[in-house]
Each structure stands twice: as structure tokens, then as C-alpha cells.
């Protein structure tokens, strides 16, 4: 049997080391495990560790899969202790220490990368004996992900567990549980998202996050080739709906037999709440409609976002605008996004205040950001949604020609919302970026888009994520990057390069800032100057632009309300 054997030992013991794995499931585990690699007995340990006779024999049986395993102790204090282990096939020791500072990421990091491997052997194997049909990373996901699915526990056991959580300790330890059954049944691959190239990057606006999207593998030609050939299928009808809990996947839609939902019910309505699988911030979070409907911006929205903040206040959530162009990339059902993380954008100041005639108690303000972005603050969040409905009803129907904001063009509506809501102390908060969709023949892509120049980093819409400070750069600028680089310290005519070409403008724009750039400073002013692009893809997004003309123009906005 190979490595089999002994591989299903391994991911027992990760289940169990986990908590994924109780102790009293342990042969049931094994036993899915085999059935699904087609086999009728787990393999000996004698076998495994090259020995043999009755002493090998022994070392077998019912609680011998973690025998040769080191477990994680726990330290009196209940933190995480450090375990070491002898050869594998000798007999293994655990001793103890205490955590070290950042030592839990390196934790995190030491059982990703085990897990990693375990999956990859697995899946050799499977294609080896014809259990997959293809060798690439679709159909390894497809079936790795099946792998996993026989460690995890029912979604009612997680929901019964999420919610005992809730109501005997608080909402953050519950979401802590969560978070981590997330990330320890891979159904967000850590060892992928570890791949991802982040960076901050100081800008007038306070510091962005940037970030290029590495953990999306790349899919091969042949499943390219099946997909396109493959039945289409309205099941389930998109990546958000509650049908793909469990769902076993196909060659065009990624499998989630390893993934949980937690029902929660907001402004009266049932919703499900779940992690993003790709992880762009900390504890990056989905809350989606249980039914398959449009995004909406409405007061509903705004209630339904307070609502969630009220039973979760350690999160902000927020939702993409309803419009195209504005909005994210699945504005067929109804989604809002959140997490434990604090953007630029919440950070940056208020410049300027202003009190709304009937809302003497709701501050109000315009936010130092380069997008058009009005922020209001108080204790009562039904007088924040109110003042927050008048403001969606007067910008949905707002015209301003001089400042070139139409709300209407061929009877298509153009001018929505962004919102995002927080706890700030003991007040809510709600800050309302300002969107319109129009496009015209010089900007066939958006007026408040990112620009023909700029595409050479960013053509994407920019949806909640980007809004709030946090670039997701596609996965090619990896590759361009580390050329122009080298194009850069050789002196090389950019203009020549095929791929380098469209980057060429930017590099003659940047490099007279610097008095030399060489192997020492060239990564880190790379890394700055793809800031400062982000930023104006930012200032382009943003309605009134950060000029004289511009905030003046925003303030007639204000005066309308």
C-alpha cells in the first residue's frame, strides 16, 4: 500500500491534534478513510516502520494509528505546548514547553505545511491507482477536499457547537472556533494564502494594504477543456448559496464537503454566515441571504448590517454597491462581507463636520479618503439608518452637471452606495462611500473607475474590499514584477519587451524621483510605487475628486440632503 497507510495515520493524527477528530471517532475515521481509498484493512505498523513478527503485529490494531504520532500537550496554563518527535517508526516523545511570542503562528504554520503534504501524497496516490481522473490542481482540490470531508463533524454538531459558544462565553470565542475549524479542515488552504504577496504601503491617506492574489491556482488546460465541455448545471445556482455546504463539486464549480455554514438571523431574515476561502484580511467574512436574490441597497441593507454588528460588535461588515461596474463580482444574491480587521479608511480622520437639519444627534462628517466618503457616528443606530435612507434617497436621485454626476442616463440608474457599518465604543458607526457606474467613450469602463493608465496594475472593479484600503492585485504582476526589476538594473529598453511594455510609462514617471535605484532599494521602491498607483486608482473611484472644485462640489451634495 505504499505511504497510504501510514498517511491516513498522519491526517488521523492531525484530526486529532485539531479537535476536528474526537478521540471516540478515531476508528470511524480511519475506516471512512480506507473505504475511500479502496482498501479492506489499515496497513500494519510493522509494515510502515520495516519490521515484522508478532511484535509488529502488535503494534497494530485499534489504537495503533496514532501510536507513532507526536500529540500537541497542553500546557497547565491551557496554551499550546511544543511537541518533538524521534524518526518516524520510533517510538516519539512530547515535551512540553511554553509558547513564545508569535510562536502560534509558527504553529499554524508547521501543521499547514504538514497538512499540505499529507494531501499531496494522497492525492499521488489516488491518481496512481486511477481514483482521479486527471493530475491537475482541479481535480486534486476535488478530491482532497473529499479527503477532508471524512474529519469533519455534521453542520449541526458546528452550529450546536458555535452557538453554546455564543451564549456561555461570548461571540468572540465562538467566531474563534469557528475560525479555526475554517482553516484546520482546509477549506481555507493556508498554505496557499501563505503565498500571497502583501505589503503596506504609506500613502497622504494613511497606509494601504496590498496584496497580490496568489492563493487562486491557475487551472490547468485539460480542465479548462472539460469545463467547457461538461453539462451545465443550475446546482447550486452560484458560489454563495447554502447548497454548496457539502456539495461534492465538478470540474467547474470548487468542491465544499469541508465547509460549514452558521445560520443568523438579521433584521428578521435568515442568513448564513461563513469565511471567505481566500482570506484577504483577518478573519475575512461572508454573511449571505439564505434565499438567491439581487444585492440591494435599501434601508433593509442598513438595518440588516446593524443587526449583524449588534450580535458580532468585535466585526465590521459592510456591502458592495447594487450597481455594475461599482459593484463586486456576484451581485445575483444578496451578500455582505466583514472581519476582524481595522482599514486604512476606518482609520482615517474626519476633516470636515457638518449636522443635518432633524439629526442634531447623529455626527456627521466628510472623511479623509480619496474616494467620497460620509461618516456617521452616534449611539442610536435606528437615528444612523434614518439619516442614512435620506441620504441613499437624495444621492439616488442626485444630478450635479457641472461636476459631471448624473443619476440617470437613458433611464439607467447610475448613483448608489457603499456602506459599511462598525462599532466604535459604545456608538455605531456607518460610513456611506459615494459610487457612480457612468461610462462614457473616453471611459468605456467607468468615469469612477480606474483609468486607461492604470491598468497596468489595476483594471478590476473596485468593490468593498479596495473601497476600505485594501488592494487585491491580479497574480501576474508575481511574474512582471520580478522582470521589470531585473529590466530595471540591467538598463534594458522596457519598450522592446513585450510584457513589459504597458509598464514603461510608469517606470519613466517614477524613476527621476529617485537619486539611484539599485539591488538594495529596487524592491522597496517597486513596492512603494505600486502604493501610489493603488492610491490613484482609488482618487479615480472617488466622485469629487480631492481638489477645490471637487470637495466644493461634494459640499452641494451635503447642502441638498
Not at 111 to 136: P, Q, V
Not at 325 to 351: C, N, R, T, W
Not at 405 to 422: F, G, L, M, Q, S
Not at 477 to 487: C, G, T
Amino acid at each position: 500500500m505504499e505511504r497510504i497507510g501510514a498517511d491516513i495515520r498522519k491526517l488521523v493524527s492531525y484530526g486529532l491534534r485539531t479537535g476536528l477528530v474526537p478521540e471516540e471517532d478515531e476508528i470511524f475515521t480511519v475506516n471512512r478513510l480506507l473505504e475511500l481509498f479502496g482498501l479492506e484493512e489499515p496497513e500494519e505498523e510493522g509494515a510502515a516502520n520495516g519490521t515484522e513478527g508478532a511484535e509488529g503485529k502488535a503494534a497494530a490494531g485499534a489504537g495503533s494509528i496514532i501510536s507513532q504520532e507526536c500529540k500537541y500537550a497542553e500546557s497547565p496554563e491551557g496554551q499550546d505546548s511544543k511537541c518533538t518527535a524521534e524518526s518516524e517508526g520510533q517510538d516519539s516523545k512530547c515535551t512540553a514547553e511554553p509558547e513564545d511570542q508569535g510562536s502560534a503562528v509558527d504553529a499554524d504554520a508547521v501543521l499547514a505545511a504538514e497538512l499540505e503534504g499529507i494531501l499531496s501524497r494522497m492525492c499521488d496516490y489516488a491518481y496512481g491507482h486511477g481514483l482521479i481522473a486527471e493530475n491537475g490542481v482541479v481535480y486534486r482540490d476535488l478530491f482532497d477536499t473529499k479527503i477532508m470531508s471524512m474529519l469533519m463533524p455534521r453542520p449541526s454538531e458546528v452550529i450546536r457547537k458555535f452557538r453554546e459558544l455564543c451564549e456561555t462565553e461570548s461571540p468572540r470565542v465562538a467566531t474563534d472556533y469557528y475560525y479555526k475549524l475554517s482553516r484546520d479542515s482546509d477549506y481555507i488552504r493556508r498554505y496557499r494564502i501563505a503565498r500571497d504577496m502583501k505589503w503596506i504601503a504609506p500613502t497622504k491617506y494613511g497606509d494601504l494594504d496590498i496584496t497580490i492574489n496568489l492563493s487562486k491556482p491557475e487551472k490547468d488546460p485539460k480542465a479548462i477543456a472539460a469545463a467547457k465541455n461538461a453539462k451545465q448545471s443550475g446546482y447550486p445556482k452560484c458560489l454563495l448559496c447554502r447548497e454548496n455546504e457539502g456539495y461534492a463539486g465538478r470540474i467547474n464549480h470548487p468542491a465544499r464537503q469541508n465547509h460549514r455554514i452558521i445560520p443568523v438571523t438579521i433584521n428578521g431574515s435568515q442568513w448564513g454566515f461563513q469565511y471567505s476561502p481566500y482570506v484577504y484580511y483577518n478573519e475575512h467574512c461572508i454573511v449571505f441571504n439564505f434565499q438567491h436574490v439581487p444585492m440591494k441597497i435599501d434601508h433593509a441593507a442598513f438595518c440588516k448590517l446593524f443587526d449583524f454588528v449588534k450580535q458580532f460588535p468585535h466585526y465590521f461588515v459592510g456591502s458592495n454597491a447594487d450597481l455594475p461596474i461599482v459593484g463586486g463580482s456576484i451581485l445575483s444574491h444578496d451578500h455582505f462581507q466583514g472581519g476582524h480587521y481595522e482599514f486604512a479608511m476606518a482609520k482615517a480622520p474626519v476633516e470636515r463636520s457638518f449636522t443635518i437639519d432633524g439629526f442634531e444627534d447623529i455626527t456627521a462628517g466628510v472623511v479623509k479618503w480619496p474616494m467620497s466618503v460620509i461618516r456617521l457616528n452616534g449611539p442610536d443606530s435606528d437615528r444612523i439608518i434614518a439619516l442614512a435612507d435620506r441620504i441613499l434617497e437624495k444621492w439616488r436621485e442626485y444630478t450635479d452637471e457641472d461636476a459631471f454626476v448624473y443619476a440617470y442616463a437613458d433611464n439607467e440608474p447610475h448613483n448608489t452606495i457603499t456602506p459599511i457599518a462598525r462599532k466604535r465604543g459604545d456608538n455605531f458607526e456607518l460610513d456611506l462611500v459615494l459610487r457612480n457606474n457612468i461610462t462614457t467613450e473616453e471611459h468605456p469602463l467607468g468615469v469612477y473607475h480606474p483609468h486607461a493608465k492604470l491598468h497596468h496594475i489595476k483594471k478590476e472593479n473596485i468593490g468593498l474590499i479596495e473601497v476600505m484600503g485594501l488592494a487585491v492585485l491580479p497574480a501576474r504582476l508575481k511574474e512582471e514584477m520580478a522582470q521589470l526589476k531585473a529590466a530595471i538594473l540591467s538598463g534594458a529598453n522596457l519598450r522592446e519587451d513585450e510584457l513589459l511594455a504597458k509598464h514603461a510609462d510608469w517606470v519613466e514617471e517614477f524613476a527621476p524621483k529617485y537619486e539611484k535605484i539599485d539591488a538594495f532599494n529596487i524592491d522597496g521602491i517597486i513596492e512603494k510605487e505600486i502604493g501610489l498607483v493603488f492610491m490613484e486608482v482609488l482618487e479615480d473611484a472617488g466622485v469629487y475628486k480631492r481638489t477645490l472644485e471637487g470637495q466644493a462640489a461634494f459640499d452641494r451634495f451635503i447642502e441638498s440632503i
